[in-house]
């Protein structure tokens, strides 16, 4: 497993940028966070949230894996 590194080509992450990949990993129960990276520097972060369609009745819950 790769660890989140504060540095990269000797300059250190913007700890706002940090703080929204941690915030990103934190709102999801399950799913997926991609960082993007552009010339070495963070552009875009996504998230992917997966819903479970329960058709027995009492709507949607959090994917299980």
């Known amino acids: 497993m790769t660890q989140l590194s504060t540095t990269h080509k000797s ?5 706002e940028v940090v703080q929204e ?15 993007v990276i552009h010339d ?17 009745g009492s709507g949607r819950k959090a994917l299980k894996s």
């Open 11 to 15: 300059d250190q992450l913007n700890a």
């Open 21 to 35: 990949i941690v915030d990103a990993v934190t709102s999801i129960d399950y799913g997926s966070v991609e960082v």
């Open 40 to 56: 070495g520097k963070v552009v875009q972060i996504e998230c992917r949230k997966k819903i479970r369609i329960n058709h027995s």
